[in-house]
């Protein structure tokens, strides 16, 4: 049996002091390495946000998908391109 502190350690108990040791060393190695990323990221890098599509972008996607023949890419392409209609 293993004395701690003049306390008897045995089955559980010395499992849990185990498990608790590994985990408080995750967690330290793990707020280490999230703090040494934070440090050296380049200067205005941010996280990657998706650029929204431009409608063209958009048309030429269903088109390259098959949704929309060639016909129509490039009736919606014209109308596009035309800008807004103004209504009198």
Not at 15 to 43: D, E, G, K, Q, Y
Not at 61 to 82: H, K
């Amino acid at each position: 049996m293993m004395s701690w502190y003049d306390h008897d350690v045995s089955g559980w108990g010395w499992f849990a002091m185990s498990a608790s040791m590994i985990l408080f060393w995750a967690l330290i190695i793990t707020a280490a390495v999230l703090l040494f990323r934070a440090l050296n990221r380049p200067p205005g890098e941010h996280t990657h946000t998706p650029v929204a599509s431009t409608p063209e972008q958009v048309l030429g996607v269903r088109f390259a998908r098959g949704e929309i023949d060639e016909e129509e890419y490039w009736r919606r392409l014209s109308a596009l391109r035309a800008g807004p209609l103004t209504k009198s």
